[in-house]
């Protein structure tokens, strides 16, 4: 039992009532400290060490509450002393330890690991500045250190210090980790941030990202993916995936041991995930570790490393499957570029096939040496496995095809339902019960979808969470919302691929017919959401595009009753709570093929919006799920867009040219319009869209034009649209992150559960 009163007494000598919602909110994140650090770790022979660049693990509070099971009486105790913890919560700062959705995933991997009572902890660096604090200046996005650390005291020191050696210098790291609680545990497990003992934030200005990038022993631990553009930025990136796997091997042995392990048997007490290739480096520092500290041959060495680590791919595109120049790792670390080198040997005595050479032209294929040398490679859905398979990775799966499978994504229900939309969850628990919680099975809310009272229980839940995302808009924006506005939304980072650009296109078409005069059933508001990186500079274009629009289109009362448009500035984990229960509509339009699953397209169905998608990524599997009634598809499909690739046989400027598309793209540059914003940016993306349009937006304009039509006029048929939204959620079970973990853990880990 909690007694919030007499912890106020105690703490601040004052009754609860009186705290200011600053104090309660210290107050409680203390609370569940002490009661986290009293529960004990997951324990077992064989742990698991999730090594991530990053970790996007939103808010603490609600979510620890939740888990430790006092929401409900915590909520009250607050209430009757006066208290919202929705707006004790608001001075919670949310940790910047992310970029997007492979950090959530990271994040909602954690949640069920504890949850299902597994020993595994996250491995990652503790970030002073994080990603960075997106801020809208002149209707561009500038980059600002978001310290998010200020203030707080979420990290536990756990007290540990290890020795990072570079080429020429070393450093020492300190562990900090946040306490991981399951749902409805008496265990936990941890997230452990390792930071620079020397790290310096003075480096830091307050008012923009940029710092000297030389002075590596002092800025490791400042961002998450410092700009890379120059060469002393890339360098710096290898340096931070080194020190980062440095000390997670570091860790893993020295905890193995600990534990009884003699090492030869290291692969019984340890498994590692490296998810995405940023932490592949942990292969060759494992192995340095056995060789050099602990006198193992180098064949044992690699043997043993063989077994115990696992890669899983979260893109195919070319940019982001990372290689780096062999001399950049003779510089950072000689010692692994040596290992990597006589690994890249080894493997060419087995197979000389130059497709799957680890070092190629003095470059070193950090995904090479993760499927080599790891036992398992997992894509994160079925079509992207299955691409992996037949095309990227073909000559690999060719090599090794029971090192593959597939792992769906997952997301945490308890964040992106339970936490996120209490009233949707209080109608599923009073029509289908609470087994859901822990099984995410849904699908007993089919047997109500004509259910009269459960379809109007769906519409007042949405209209409850608008309503908070309206407050929660105007509160950071000052932008209201119509109340009966239809709400679609697309949010996740800005990258061509997932053409945020041809929804602007169809934002332009839309406007245009509105001064036609076709005016719509009821207001429509379009929210986008999410941050480019700094040096992406047409991505920078396309959220100028979006604002531009925005502000035209709010400024033309002709339009602005029927039409919105906001750009939701520094979109996160905190944005994403209040935006995906509100949703009518979910954006999920990448180019197919390129979009490897996708996670907020299953948080979106969990909350009831339905989805508008070409057939990319995890949306198939949706698309199977709730079939073709209760969902919207478009697109070329990824085969065709294959060859297209294959074939150089996309002609961007032959689609502009149609009279249909000229007219949208060529408003872009519409003198009056340019004149509302920077015109280099529209110009520059104008032409780009004119001349090359890599991700092929307007290949799929014209048919997305025509669906979203379509989708708005059915949004008015209420009783129908509504049960589409129940099916979606009834739907929604097999997204259960739960589920993911569990694949996981069958097919590759072999954790035994604690009881
Ligand atoms: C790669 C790079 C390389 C260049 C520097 C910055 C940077 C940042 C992140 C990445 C990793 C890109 C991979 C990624 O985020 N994939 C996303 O993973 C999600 C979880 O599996 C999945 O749902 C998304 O579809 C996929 O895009």
């Not at 520094?570 to 209040?578: D, F, I, L, Q, S």
Request: charged share 25%.
């Amino acid at each position: 039992m909690i007694n919030l009163d007499e912890r106020a007494q105690d703490v601040y000598g004052s009754k609860l009532s009186e705290l200011s919602d600053q104090q309660v909110c210290k107050m409680l994140q203390d609370l569940v400290k002490e009661k986290a650090a009293e529960l004990p770790a997951n324990d077992g022979k064989k742990r698991l060490y999730y090594i991530s660049a990053e970790f996007l693990i939103g808010k603490l509070l609600s979510n620890n509450l939740i888990n430790l099971g006092v929401y409900d009486e915590v909520k009250k105790q607050l209430a009757d002393a006066g208290h919202d913890l929705n707006k004790v919560e608001e001075f919670e700062v949310e940790p910047s330890l992310g970029n997007g959705g492979l950090g959530r995933l990271a994040a909602c991997f954690l949640d069920s690991i504890a949850t299902l009572g597994l020993p595994g902890d996250g491995v990652g660096l503790n970030y002073h500045y994080g990603l960075f604090h997106q801020k809208f200046v002149y209707k561009q996005q500038t980059a600002l250190p978001d310290e998010w650390l200020r203030e707080q005291d979420v990290l536990v020191d756990e007290g540990q210090s290890f020795t990072v050696e570079f080429g020429d210098f070393s450093v020492k790291s300190h562990l900090y980790s946040i306490d991981v609680l399951g749902y409805g545990r008496q265990t936990k497990n941890r997230l452990r941030l390792f930071d620079l003992e020397s790290v310096d934030d003075t480096l830091v200005p307050a008012d923009s990202i940029d710092f000297d990038k030389t002075k590596v022993a002092k800025n490791l631990t400042l961002f998450l993916y410092p700009d890379d553009s120059d060469e002393n930025g890339r360098l710096l990136r290898v340096y931070q995936q080194y020190f980062m796997v440095s000390n997670a091997a570091q860790l893993i042995l020295k905890e193995a041991v600990e534990r009884g392990s003699n090492l030869h048997d290291l692969a019984d007490y340890a498994v590692v995930q490296i998810n995405d290739t940023h932490p592949t480096m942990v292969i060759p520092e494992l192995i340095r570790l056995l060789t050099e500290q602990h006198g193992f041959e180098f064949s044992e060495a690699v043997s043993i490393v063989r077994k115990m680590v696992a890669y899983t791919n979260h893109t195919i595109l070319a940019e982001a499957l990372e290689k780096w120049p062999l001399e950049f790792l003779q510089k950072v670390a000689p010692k692994i570029a040596q290992i990597i080198q006589k690994l890249d040997a080894l493997q060419k005595q087995e197979n000389d096939d130059p497709r799957v050479a680890i070092i190629k032209d003095g470059v070193v294929h950090m995904a090479h040496l993760a499927i080599h040398y790891g036992f398992s490679v997992n894509g994160v859905a079925a079509l992207h496995t299955k691409i992996l398979e037949e095309t990227e990775l073909k000559p690999f799966y060719d090599l090794y095809p029971q090192k593959f499978s597939n792992k769906t994504n997952g997301i945490t229900f308890r964040r992106w339902i339970m936490g996120c939309n209490p009233e949707l969850t209080t109608l599923l628990d009073n029509t289908i019960g609470t087994d859901w919680h822990k099984t995410g099975d849904l699908t007993p809310l089919m047997k109500y979808t004509d259910d009269q009272a459960v379809l109007d229980g769906l519409v007042e839940a949405k209209g409850a969470a608008k309503k908070r995302m309206r407050d929660f808009l105007y509160r950071n924006q000052g932008v209201v919302v119509p109340e009966n506005a239809i709400i679609d939304v697309q949010v996740k980072r800005i990258h061509e691929y997932k053409r945020q650009q041809m929804l602007a296109l169809y934002i332009i078409w839309k406007y245009l017919d509105i001064k036609n005069g076709n005016k719509p059933a009821r207001p429509i508001t379009i929210v986008f959401g999410g941050k480019a990186a700094p040096a992406y500079t047409i991505a920078q274009d396309i959220i100028h595009l979006i604002i531009t629009l925005g502000a035209w289109i709010a400024n033309d009362p002709a339009v602005a009753p029927y039409l919105q448009v906001i750009m939701v500035e520094n979109y996160n984990v905190t944005a994403a709570e209040h935006l995906i229960p509100a949703a009518d509509i979910s954006e999920q339009i990448s180019l197919a093929s390129k979009e490897a699953s996708g996670t907020s397209n299953m948080k979106f169905m969990l909350n009831g919006a339905v989805t508008l998608c070409t057939l990319d990524g995890a949306n198939v599997e949706i698309a199977d799920l709730v079939g073709k009634d209760n969902i919207y598809t478009f697109g070329t499909s990824s085969k065709e867009v294959e060859r297209l690739y294959a074939q150089s046989a996309y002609d961007a400027h032959s689609y502009y040219l149609r009279p249909g598309i000229k007219l949208l793209v060529d408003f872009i540059t519409n003198p009056q319009f340019m004149a509302t914003g920077c015109p280099d940016r529209l110009r520059r993306l104008h032409d780009d869209m004119a001349w090359k349009d890599w991700f092929m937006a307007l290949l799929d304009v014209e048919e997305y034009i025509q669906v979203k039509e379509r989708v708005y006029a059915d949004y008015e048929d209420r009783a129908s649209w509504v049960r589409k939204a129940l099916v979606n959620v009834a739907q929604a079970g097999q997204f259960s992150s739960d589920r993911t973990i569990r694949q996981y853990n069958e097919d590759i880990w072999h954790l035994t559960a604690t009881k």
